[in-house]
């Protein structure tokens, strides 16, 4: 309900400026959003902290499914913050955050101190992946009005997926100043456990165990695997064509049926970028990560599937 309320009262703010030129508007809507997802890092057990694109809405499916096995709780509902921990006071509230907005409320571009004595899971995934899988997302699934907040490019502008990809404002260059913000910041934030994409395709089990545990909800390896093969990908593709959870808004539901591409569970590969973009546009991508990306999260090489495809 708190939910709903906010969302409401910030379209009624929103829709009393209307007067004001559209570039004051969209820096009071990000404030205003930014302070709102403020008021819920106050309030959250754990944070899990990610760059759009990069495997939330499977770590999402899989987390929320663990504590529906857990606690015996219906699922259809997604772990959306607080709404299972109001159902069982057990399950932690769980921030999902890019951390875009919130940086705005407080006026700090440069540096992290706000999630300072909060746990926080920063999950990662490959630029080049991430910011091709982002191409499809603003082609297919965002809204205009959400392309215009974020600085991407305009709804229906003809762009190619290379351009896209190397654009400073919305693929990989954004994406890499993104994770070296984090990379300098490791050494000043006590509780943060950092989890690849790749690591988690690799053995998602693995990876959930290690959550779980420095979150502080352990489970059982039989509760794990449960959640593990409730998000299979396959499972996720009929889920998401079902709309399993409607309840959820469109977090999980296709853009356009007839469109795979307008899917949120698209493909998920492993270097699945490599088959957009010919030799040379290859070599600008990867010389790109090479060259400005952090070594801490081991994407100076690129990776493939872990069958070798």
């Not at 404030?31 to 694109?53: F, H, N, P, Q, T």
């Not at 509780?191 to 693995?206: G, S, T």
Request: glycine content about 6%; aromatic content about 14%; hydrophobic content about 40%.
């Amino acid at each position: 309900m708190h939910e709903f309320r906010a969302v409401a009262s910030r379209y009624l703010v929103l829709w009393t400026l209307f007067f004001l030129p559209r570039a004051r508007r969209i820096a009071l809507e990000r404030r205003i959003r930014g302070k709102e997802e403020y008021r819920k890092l106050g309030k959250a057990d754990w944070v899990l902290m990610s760059w759009g694109k990069s495997g939330r809405t499977w770590f999402r499916v899989m987390l929320s499914h663990f504590y529906h096995v857990k606690y015996g709780l219906p699922k259809h509902h997604l772990l959306e913050f607080d709404n299972l921990h109001r159902k069982n006071p057990a399950i932690p509230r769980v921030l999902f955050s890019h951390n875009n907005y919130v940086r705005d409320y407080l006026r700090d571009w440069t540096t992290l101190a706000h999630f300072r004595g909060k746990k926080v899971v920063l999950l990662v995934r490959d630029p080049r992946d991430v910011a091709v899988s982002q191409f499809f997302q603003w082609k297919y699934r965002m809204r205009p009005h959400k392309k215009l907040l974020n600085e991407y490019p305009p709804h229906g502008a003809d762009i190619s997926i290379f351009d896209f990809v190397m654009d400073k404002k919305a693929g990989v260059p954004r994406i890499v100043e993104f994770f070296n913000g984090w990379a300098r910041s490791m050494p000043n934030l006590d509780d943060l456990l950092v989890i690849r994409y790749e690591d988690m395709r690799r053995d998602p089990h693995a990876t959930m165990k290690k959550v779980l545990e420095f979150v502080g909800t352990p489970g059982t390896d039989d509760e794990i695997r449960q959640a593990v093969d409730f998000a299979a990908y396959d499972n996720m593709k009929k889920m998401e064509e079902k709309k399993f959870f409607r309840l959820s808004g469109a977090r999980v539901k296709a853009g356009d049926q007839k469109n795979p591409d307008s899917f949120k569970v698209r493909r998920g590969k492993v270097g699945g970028y490599r088959d957009y973009f010919d030799d040379q546009q290859l070599a600008v991508i990867d010389g790109y990560v090479r060259e400005h990306l952090d070594p801490v999260f081991g994407y100076g090489e690129a990776e493939a599937e872990p069958n070798g495809t």
